[in-house]
């Protein structure tokens, strides 16, 4: 995995725990929900690159 990737993916993975934080204190259920899936998908493409990697 390239570096780029992993700041991507990690600062993916970060904006949404954000998100989900500042919705959660906001009372803002589409933002909350948002963040949780940014999240969700930085720590599945984290996951996609780990797992090519080890076929490498």
Known sequence: MSSD???ANK???L???AKETLG???HDRDLE???KK???????????EK???AFK
């Open 51 to 53: 797992i090519k990697d």
């Open 5 to 7: 990737d992993k700041i």
């Open 15 to 17: 904006g949404g725990r």
């Open 38 to 48: 940014d999240s969700a998908a930085g720590n599945l493409k984290q996951a996609g």
């Open 11 to 13: 600062a993916q993975e």
């Open 24 to 26: 959660a204190a906001t």
């Open 33 to 35: 929900a948002e963040g």
